[in-house]
């Protein structure tokens, strides 16, 4: 798929390898913009390459925690104006990589690139989509093109029904745990499989998302019937998906078989140090459910099935962020906000704030925090000598029922 | 060119060398460099010095794609980092900031304070604290040319205005 969807934006044949000169079809950059349109600005062009294929959300930090990002938001939205985006969504809108598929901006067979690390996200819908600094971005602002060294691909294989409160989560932590942060360094990672297949486009954005955890350059589901109902009613664009060919060549493949699969965790202070959750026995303070890895409705659904007439522990604060305005309408239509709030949930709004420290919801020296997010690094939540646990929302869940980290098959 | 070693092991991540806390709140790079490598070695702002050099294990700047993590290390005064191997995203970053990243499958014999000697053209280290001698692959030529400009936006600019 990289090799095919690579060719078709630097129009040419081309290798594992190879370095090529490729067209961008869609770039997307956040709360950074700010800082890449300063540079754009010392790059010397007046306009932007294309404003109809920028996409620039305010997600980060939003509403603005203090002034610097406020005036921070300040500059995007002029920038914004004068450069004629339209693809812009402010503070109203949510999280980069939920808001982007949603709004139907990511179609299969596009080379998207993103001032992320998660950007590989996209590669759900059948999309090349990669992770890149801000330098480049603004690069890219002002040309059109990026440099792209064509990756060796993996295909990982994923069969089996997987048992009752085990997810897209646990398998991905699984595979993170057994290959390791940098298992997928600079690869492009397609996921298949009996199970893959089953999931709906939201396990499928959790593998991806957190492909970026082994390295991956991007993470891809192959373009079938799931893919092609979710883009109905979001894009009247037409695209042309490029899946492999039946006899395409794999530097490496994994097969996983998840059908005895326990509930997974990531202990701190890297994402692949992942055990079983049942051997953890810790108490928690904080317990995060959201984020572009597992802010979805289902994983809010999933949570809500298990906190649905009970209180959580009056020990632990439970913040829950849907990873967007249209997740949280649903949720509230659904009535699982309800659920949720009387349980003894904390509801933010859209937002990426507490994942990286930047807003709200920030750890105190000695505080244990377990979180649906895909990032556990020491002061990663804003204090150092804070422990961050990564599991599925159901783990989360049950673990602000109980006060401890605790499995939840069974409840 | 020359400098001391300042040796760390696998792994370091991008919020250990510039905290996530900081991403939207400093935008100068003096101040970025004020807290590099802050939740992993609190005195490296205090010790480094102009040239020195950073010699790491595998998977160095592996995490979020900010490129604050590479700013801050070179307005603090790093020249090179070496490393067995880089996450891809911060790779990039040092290359488009003009600070070259060269890739040693071992650098154990490295150790903190070396005095240590590089010619980032052929690829030649030698460490003068301990005499041994180390050849890495050089930066392919056009990634040498981007560096050698002083990073992306001077190299663009320079190719821009060469357009007719």
Request: aromatic content about 6%.
């Given at each position: 798929m990289a090799e095919k969807i690579l060719g078709r934006a630097s129009n040419q044949e081309v290798q594992p390898g190879?370095?090529?000169?490729?067209?961008?079809?869609?770039?997307?950059?956040?709360?950074?913009?700010?800082?890449?349109?300063?540079?754009?600005?010392?790059?010397?062009?007046?306009?932007?390459?294309?404003?109809?294929?920028?996409?620039?959300?305010?997600?980060?930090?939003?509403?603005?925690?203090?002034?610097?990002?406020?005036?921070?938001?300040?500059?995007?939205?002029?920038?914004?104006?004068?450069?004629?985006?339209?693809?812009?969504?402010?503070?109203?809108?949510?999280?980069?990589?939920?808001?982007l598929p949603e709004k139907g901006h990511v179609k299969p067979g596009m080379l998207i690139v993103g001032s992320d690390s998660h950007t590989p996200t996209y590669g759900a819908l059948g999309a090349f989509a990669a992770g890149i600094g801000?330098?480049?971005?603004?690069?890219?602002?002002?040309?059109?093109?990026?440099?792209?060294?064509?990756p060796e691909s993996y295909l990982i294989t994923i069969t089996g029904q997987l048992p009752a409160r085990v997810s897209a989560k646990d398998i991905i932590l699984h595979i993170i745990g057994n290959m390791r942060a940098d298992g997928a360094n600079y690869k492009a990672v397609e996921f298949c499989g009996d199970t893959v297949d089953t999931f709906s486009i939201g396990g499928r954005m959790?593998?991806?998302?957190?492909?970026?955890?082994?390295?991956?350059?991007?993470?891809?589901?192959?373009?079938?019937?799931?893919?092609?109902?979710?883009?109905?009613?979001?894009?009247?664009?037409?695209?042309?998906?490029?899946?492999?060919?039946?006899?395409?060549?794999?530097?490496?493949?994994?097969h996983v078989d998840v059908s005895d699969l326990v509930p997974q965790i990531a202990c701190p202070h890297t994402v692949d140090n992942v055990t079983a959750v049942s051997d953890v026995d810790s108490e928690i303070h904080q317990a995060v459910l959201g984020t572009c890895t597992n802010g979805?409705?289902?994983?809010?659904?999933?949570?809500?099935?298990?906190?649905?007439?009970?209180?959580?522990?009056?020990?632990?604060?439970?913040?829950?962020?849907?990873?967007?305005?249209?997740?949280?309408?649903?949720?509230?239509?659904?009535?699982?906000?309800?659920?949720?709030?009387?349980?003894?949930?904390?509801?933010?709004?859209?937002?990426c704030g507490p994942?990286?420290?930047?807003?709200?919801?920030?750890?105190?020296?000695?505080?244990?925090?377990?979180?649906?997010?895909?990032?556990n690094f020491r002061g990663r939540m804003g204090c150092k000598d804070a422990d961050i646990y990564l599991a599925s929302p159901a783990t989360v869940a049950v673990s602000a029922l109980t006060g401890k980290i605790t499995d939840p098959r069974g409840v | 060119m020359k400098g001391r070693v300042f040796k760390y092991g696998d792994d370091v991540n991008t919020d250990v060398i510039f905290p996530g806390k900081y991403t939207y709140t400093i935008s100068d790079p003096k101040e970025m460099a004020q807290h590099a490598l802050e939740d992993l070695d609190p005195d490296f702002t205090k010790k480094v010095k102009k040239g020195d050099i950073i010699v790491a294990g595998k998977y160095f700047g592996c995490g979020s794609s900010r490129e604050?993590?590479?700013?801050?290390?070179?307005e603090a005064g790093i020249s090179v980092i070496i490393a067995q191997s880089f996450a891809r995203i911060y790779y990039r970053n040092c290359i488009n900031s003009g600070l070259p990243p060269l890739v040693l499958d071992d650098t154990s014999e490295f150790s903190d304070g070396d005095e240590i000697a590089i010619d980032v053209e052929t690829g030649k280290i030698e460490n003068v604290t301990?005499?041994?001698?180390?050849?890495?692959?050089?930066?392919?030529?056009?990634?040498?040319?981007?560096?050698?400009?002083?990073?992306?936006?001077?190299?663009?600019?320079?190719?821009?205005?060469?357009?007719?």
């Open positions: 190879d370095i090529v000169d490729a067209s961008v079809d869609l770039a997307m950059s956040h709360e950074n913009t700010a800082a890449i349109s300063k540079k754009f600005k010392q790059i010397g062009p007046k306009k932007v390459w294309d404003p109809s294929k920028i996409v620039i959300p305010i997600d980060h930090c939003a509403p603005a925690a203090n002034e610097s990002y406020a005036a921070n938001h300040k500059i995007i939205r002029e920038f914004v104006k004068e450069q004629h985006i339209s693809h812009f969504y402010d503070i109203k809108a949510g999280i980069c990589h939920q808001v801000r330098t480049e971005m603004a690069a890219v602002y002002a040309t059109g093109t990026i440099w792209l060294r064509v959790v593998l991806c998302n957190m492909s970026a955890e082994m390295g991956a350059k991007a993470g891809m589901v192959a373009f079938d019937e799931k893919t092609k109902t979710y883009l109905q009613g979001r894009t009247h664009d037409r695209y042309g998906p490029l899946n492999a060919d039946q006899d395409a060549h794999y530097e490496k493949e994994v979805r409705l289902e994983d809010l659904k999933e949570a809500a099935s298990i906190l649905k007439g009970k209180k959580i522990s009056d020990s632990v604060r439970l913040l829950v962020l849907p990873a967007s305005t249209e997740v949280l309408l649903e949720a509230l239509q659904e009535g699982v906000i309800t659920e949720l709030v009387t349980a003894g949930a904390t509801i933010l709004n859209p937002n994942c990286l420290g930047a807003h709200e919801g920030a750890l105190a020296p000695g505080e244990v925090c377990i979180s649906s997010s895909n990032r | 604050q993590a590479v700013t801050c290390l070179k301990s005499g041994k001698t180390y050849t890495v692959t050089p930066l392919p030529p056009f990634v040498m040319e981007i560096i050698s400009d002083g990073g992306l936006i001077p190299h663009l600019k320079k190719v821009l205005s060469h357009e007719p």
